[in-house]
T-cell receptor
């Protein structure tokens, strides 16, 4: 199984809503990532988890809250988002060592209204 | 900070011609350089990668070269086909507490039949 699965595929939320994005992989990868991708732009790293511990936070606003409940799951909790947070949110995973390929999920397309 | 520059932003070639995309990176600590292809509405997918102990790698019509001294790496696609049309991202990978991948801005490749 070389799949990274993200749910939901699409999400529309109001600025006062609370929602969560979910990501799952069963490749035994111990590094997991959240990226944000705006239209016609590259993926922009948000968070890195290594062995279920947050190892990198790229100065992401606190309205985005990541969680890694176990080695297969990664969540991104959303609260009080702004319209400019609308984007494609990509999850990825890799082995927790240098020089290794990252596998991406298909993404959640988020629209904040 | 870490940075990856990618050129050109758009590339249009005739079917059968070659395409070359060039990237430079800022941090000499980087040891892994993946290339991703992203079709419209889809996830980034790895097409080839190169590690710092190798100067060149080839996989069928795709090749990547790396010059660590100059901090340059390039993607070469030969005998291009319409299905090669997509956005291509170069990336560089660092270990800084966690495993950080920074993407170039992307090259939109059009292959005209």
């Amino acid at each position: 199984d070389t799949e990274v699965t993200q749910t939901p595929k699409h999400l529309v939320m109001g600025m006062t809503n609370k929602k969560s994005l979910k990501c799952e992989q069963h490749m035994g990868h111990r590094a997991m990532y959240w990226y944000k991708q705006k239209a016609k732009k590259p993926p922009e790293l948000m968070f890195v988890y290594s062995y279920e511990k947050l190892s990198i936070n790229e100065s992401v606003p606190s309205r985005f809250s990541p969680e890694c409940p176990n080695s297969s799951l990664l969540n991104l909790h959303l609260h009080a988002l702004q319209p400019e947070d609308s984007a494609l949110y990509l999850c990825a995973s890799s082995q927790a060592r240098e020089n290794t390929e990252a596998f991406f999920g298909q993404g959640t397309r988020l629209t904040v209204v | 900070g870490e940075n990856v520059e990618q050129h050109p932003s758009t590339l249009s070639v005739q079917e059968g011609d070659s395409a070359v995309i060039k990237c430079t990176y800022s941090d000499s600590a980087s040891n892994y350089f993946p290339w991703y292809k992203q079709e419209l509405g889809k996830r980034p997918q790895l097409i080839i990668d190169i590690r710092s102990n190798v100067g060149e790698k080839k996989d069928q019509r795709i090749a990547v070269t790396l010059n660590k001294t100059a901090k340059h790496f390039s993607l070469h696609i030969t005998e291009t086909q319409p299905e090669d049309s997509a956005v291509y991202f170069c990336a560089a990978n660092w270990e800084i507490g966690g495993f950080k991948t920074i993407f170039g801005a992307g090259t939109r490749l059009f292959v005209k039949a």
